[in-house]
């Protein structure tokens, strides 16, 4: 096979990844709307972070599901950063919960602008 051709195949191999995961955040997302969650608001992220304010709760797209958590158990969030090796940074909100299946979550976001404006959102509708 020529170079063209095995370009030409990674980005079909890339283009099908990319729809699978969004087949499966998309069916998880229905999931956690069928077992009765409210989304009010989604501050996006990788995973996705879901905010119910009638429920008053958080709900991250986790790879195997979702995780499900009240305000109350949402004890601080942070934001982390982390230097790649690529010398790019990789910004991320950090949930520090109590009484969850995980002591703590994190959703990664694009650029220092966005988590920012995430994580003010999030402490706007929990208190947090």
Known sequence: MGSLQWFILAVIVMAGLGYWNYQRIDGQRKELLSAGFQISDDLKGNPGLLISSSQRQVA???????LRVSFDQIQSAEIRSRDTAETETNFRIALLLENAPVPEVEIGYQNVHSVEIALKKLRQLTGH
Not at 60 to 66: A, D, H, R, W
């Open 60 to 66: 991250v797209l986790i790879p195997t599901g979702y």
